[in-house]
């Protein structure tokens, strides 16, 4: 027999461990983007400038069929996912008729309020004309109720509105803007993105009456593009919805 040993192979290398695939990143809500795309489109100035001049018409009331009009494209092609959303000024009739679809809808959304105005504020001033202290107690008393009924009327147009008219312009239908149910849902599943909207009007609103007061001439620019702002975050909302 031979003196040699047998030497065994060592073992094989363990296999290397099973790494799960990345999952894809969640979108996010991009709280910076509305304040910024805008100036990404290359011919930004001659759209916000023509926007301007609809927003100054807005004194005519006419201006304002045009102007929202407009930021209802802006919001389709946001919640579409358009790298420029930015349209250009070239459907103007449009613009026009889904601005009319827009503003009739706001209106009936305020109706409730003028029909609790009617109802308090001219008895009111009645009781009020009536020359009797109790009477006119009466009166203060009327209009008291008349606010307590107001200011949840108030902040429940406050809550609705935006998702009624964000419904509104991404569907182009004018039913959309009362379907409530499906906007109150709209509302619970995404309330952290829509409440970050909704902080994002407010600045944008601030932003656009402080441009009044800027060389006279500053609202043209920041009026026209606050509303350029709030549309961009509530397309976000609609792009990121979580019940779809």
């Not at 600045?203 to 043209?220: D, T, Y």
Request: charged share 10%; with cysteine; glycine share 8%.
């Amino acid at each position: 027999m031979s003196d040699v040993q047998y030497t065994p192979p060592p073992p094989p290398p363990p296999p290397p461990p099973v790494v799960p695939p990345a999952l894809p990143a969640t979108p996010q809500f991009d709280f910076a983007k509305p304040f910024s795309y805008v100036f990404d489109d290359p011919r930004w100035v001659q759209k916000i400038l023509i926007g301007g001049l609809f927003y100054l018409a807005g004194f005519l009331i006419v201006g304002w069929f045009f102007v929202f009009g407009y930021v209802a494209h802006v919001t389709r092609n946001v919640a579409a996912g358009h790298p420029r959303p930015l349209p250009e000024w070239d459907d103007l009739g449009g613009f026009f008729s889904e601005g009319a679809r827009l503003i009739g809808v706001m209106l009936l959304y305020f109706v409730p309020m003028f029909i609790l105005g009617v109802m308090f504020v001219f008895p009111s001033i009645a009781l009020d004309m009536v020359d009797h202290e109790a009477i006119q107690a009466l009166g203060g008393l009327t209009l008291g109720c008349l606010a307590c009924l107001l200011l949840p009327l108030w902040l429940a147009i406050f809550l609705f509105l935006p998702a009624s008219l964000l419904f509104t312009m991404v569907e182009q239908r004018f039913g959309a803007a009362f379907e409530f149910g499906r906007i109150w849902r709209f509302i619970r599943v995404n309330v952290a993105n829509y409440l970050l909207a909704i902080l994002i009007l407010v600045i944008a609103r601030f932003i656009g009456e402080a441009g009044i007061g800027v060389l006279c001439i500053g609202v043209i620019f920041t009026g026209f593009w606050s509303l350029l702002i709030s549309a961009h975050a509530f397309a976000q909302v609609h792009r990121l919805d979580a019940s779809r």
